[in-house]
């Protein structure tokens, strides 16, 4: 990582942090953020305005192709699909703010506070424990404890959150764990613990803000994996349930009709895609913005 | 290289034995009850009760659990409250399918992502590489059931060439097993062929600037020779690691595509358990998914000093 200190004297550091505080955009950055931004958008507006009601149905204008008057076309009870994609996206940013949310706000302090028992000799053994089971977590991906959890609770959007946030714990946990060690074999920090700070203070101040690019890398990419999860699981009949719109159930829906009406798939379908591909971009683009080095390489 | 083998192998059983924990703990002890969960709940307290003395779920839980991780070690994993029949030839028949859907996948993205990778990497500046890198960047955005759906859309509902859906064993036939296998083994290797793409790209990249590429090139070797005699070896490390993240991955999503060509894996198997509240047989398969991600985590953890002798060399 470009940040860690203890490979820079103290004025590049500084020269680096100059460096850090202006914004310099990449195309991989722009295109996601704009995809991300549209889809926002979409979910916002719903609240507003929508072409029709939800479940406003057209009993003449069932199964449609794009027109002017339904620009997406309608589904078989006649329903407009451009209200159901933005409805849609209301419940896929739900999912990923609070997934993501449960496994930044859990996995990130249990990393930290692995690397922190790891300083001292009476906690190496519990800083690997920790990670031990870190990993065990690794073997239920999302999609398996999401269904796991549709088994034990009711079916739901709730389930679903809470089933993608704690697989998604892990990833943060590592990363939080790395970033941590590396802060805490820099040069400054071992000058401040001979001045006798404690390290849980010289964590609080001089990790957190150097672990930040990483975890907030990490969040766009768990974002992604999230998106994929709940369309995966309202895809199967596990994630949300009818009659909330959701553009993995719309997909499902969408299959008896693939002979005669496959504009059904193509939306929520193409929806999906975006979503994942705005996030993974706005991730990649965030990871060689923070690591200079990458974006040197011509990686991404 | 033995002791690393033996702290693998430890390391795995203890990962094992916390994991079948967890989903007994997941499936058995935060819901109540699976007696009441199998009959619904307008079940009279007098049905649930005779189902539980039946199938032993007034036990203790730690008995319960014994009894279980028992059954399973002599391998069976129990009787399903829901049909009455035993679980492990539903299991065992299953599993035979998605691994067969499954490998074929992985070799089908690896047969895919190597040389393209590879190809991306050597012409970086071209316009081939950069279509090459767009391309499995969108890839890796569409998921595997959208595939699918494409997939049907044009090979079969379009163009007629194969079937929307089905499966036949290859003893039944094996043109019809392998005509049937296409369009899901295509939808599941896409994406992992675009991610593998895109590891495998960075990892010449990064092979290619090493000085033992740069000796054999001042040799006289061309570029491409110097990366085919000694570079590719050294690129397949870390292609061989997420290759076996995504064997578990796929794994998992097999479970939509199965479910999509109406095959009859694991993954419908499950979806169908969890449809009926057949909570036992949920449990059984999680744990056979569970043991198979933590088993090729383990194939990967040893491979990985075989194919890079300084690991071997450093343990």
Redesign the interface.
């Known amino acids: 990582m470009s940040e860690n200190p203890s490979t820079t004297s103290a004025g590049e550091a500084s020269v680096d942090r100059r460096r850090r505080t202006k914004l310099r955009l990449n195309s991989s950055m722009i295109i996601g953020g704009v995809l991300i931004l549209l889809i926002v958008a979409l979910a916002l507006v719903s609240f507003i305005w929508t072409p029709y009601g939800p479940s406003a149905v057209d009993p003449v204008a069932r199964l449609r192709p794009s027109s002017p008057e339904h620009l997406f076309g309608t589904d078989r009870f006649g329903r407009d699909t451009l209200t159901w994609i933005m409805y849609g996206a209301r419940i896929t940013l739900m999912v990923g703010i609070v997934a993501v949310g449960i496994a930044v706000l859990i996995g990130t302090p249990i990393g930290i506070v692995a690397a922190v028992f790891a300083q001292y000799p009476w906690g190496t053994w519990l800083g690997a424990v920790i990670m031990r089971a870190n990993d065990i977590l690794l073997a239920f991906p999302a999609l398996l404890l999401a269904i796991v959890f549709a088994a034990v609770y009711q079916p739901g959007t709730g389930p679903a959150m809470v089933a993608v946030g704690i697989a998604a714990i892990p990833g943060f946990a590592r990363v939080a764990r790395s970033g941590t060690m590396q802060v805490l074999g820099s040069e400054y920090v071992r000058a401040a613990r001979a001045s006798n700070r404690s390290v849980p203070a010289i964590a609080i101040v001089h990790v957190l803000p150097n672990i930040a690019s990483m975890v907030i890398v990490q969040a766009s990419v768990a974002f992604a994996i999230s998106v994929l999860a709940e369309a995966g699981l309202s895809f199967l009949g596990l994630g949300t349930q009818a009659p909330v719109p959701s553009w993995g159930r719309m997909l499902q829906e969408s299959q008896q009709f693939l002979s005669t009406q496959p504009e059904l798939a193509l939306w929520p379908g193409l929806f999906i895609a975006l979503a994942v591909l705005g996030f993974n971009l706005l991730g990649d683009g965030l990871r060689d913005r923070f690591d200079p080095k990458m974006e040197a390489r011509g990686n991404g | 290289m033995i002791s690393y083998v033996a702290n693998r192998a430890i390391?795995f059983v203890?990962?094992l034995i916390?994991?079948s924990v967890?989903?007994f703990a997941?499936?058995s002890i935060?819901?109540g009850n699976a007696a009441q969960v199998a009959l619904g709940t307008n079940a009279t307290p007098e049905a649930v009760a005779a189902l539980e003395a039946q199938y032993g779920l007034d036990q203790p839980p730690l008995i319960r659990y014994f009894d279980w991780v028992g059954g399973m070690l002599a391998g069976d994993f129990g009787t399903s409250y829901v049909t009455g029949a035993p679980i492990t030839p539903v299991i065992l028949a299953s599993v035979q399918v998605t691994g067969i859907l499954v490998i074929a996948a992985i070799i089908l993205a690896i047969v895919i992502a190597v040389p393209l990778g590879t190809f991306a990497a050597l012409e970086?500046r071209n316009w081939i590489g950069v279509t090459i890198s767009a391309l499995s960047?969108?890839g890796?955005?569409?998921?595997n059931?959208?595939a699918a759906?494409?997939l049907?859309?044009v090979f079969s509902?379009t163009l007629g060439w194969f079937p929307?859906q089905g499966w036949m064993a290859p003893v039944e036939g094996l043109g019809g097993f392998l005509i049937r296998l296409v369009l899901p083994v295509v939808s599941l290797a896409l994406v992992q062929a675009a991610i593998l793409t895109r590891y495998m790209r960075?990892a010449v990249?990064?092979v290619m600037r090493e000085d033992y590429i740069r000796t054999a090139r001042a040799k006289g070797l061309t570029r491409t020779k110097a990366l085919f005699v000694h570079g590719l070896r050294n690129a397949a490390i870390p292609v061989i690691t997420v290759a076996g993240v995504q064997l578990?991955?796929l794994l998992?999503?097999a479970?939509?595509i199965e479910?999509?060509f109406v095959i009859p894996g694991i993954g419908s198997e499950?979806?169908r358990?969890?449809?009926n509240?057949d909570?036992v047989t949920?449990q059984g398969i999680?744990m056979v998914?569970?043991l198979l991600?933590?088993v090729i985590?383990f194939i990967v953890d040893v491979l990985y000093p075989i194919v890079d002798p300084r690991i071997r060399n450093a343990s």
């Open positions: 390391q203890l990962a916390v994991a967890v989903v997941l499936m935060l819901p970086q960047q969108i890796i955005a569409v998921p059931f959208l759906i494409i049907v859309i509902l929307s960075s990249l990064d578990a991955t998992v999503g479970v939509i479910q999509i499950l979806v358990s969890v449809a509240r909570l949920v999680v998914l569970v991600v933590l985590n």
